[in-house]
């Protein structure tokens, strides 16, 4: 698995389909929100919206993380 081209692709991912539309807020930005003022009004195709707008950004959290695990392991065995 080559992680740092994954993590180029869901950062492309991240700040093109996970921040559209852009105006007047980011997408997700305006749905978490949403979701945290109590998701009044939300119905299934909202919550759908907003995994589909925030997949990228959970891939791109692992693949940092996964990233992180490496470097650390990579320290400790030396």
Known sequence: MNLKR???LALIA???L?????????HIWG???WIAGG????EL?????TFIHGAPWVALI???????IRNFKKTTDS
Not at 39 to 42: K, P, Q
Not at 45 to 49: A, G, Q
Request: hydrophobic share 55%.
């Open 14 to 16: 991240s700040l093109t």
């Open 62 to 68: 692992l693949f940092l993380f996964l990233l992180l």
């Open 6 to 8: 994954n993590i180029l």
């Open 18 to 26: 996970g921040l559209a539309p852009f105006k007047p807020e980011p």
């Open 31 to 33: 749905k978490l929100k």
């Open 45 to 49: 195709m909202d919550y759908w919206d």
């Open 39 to 42: 998701a009044n009004g939300m």
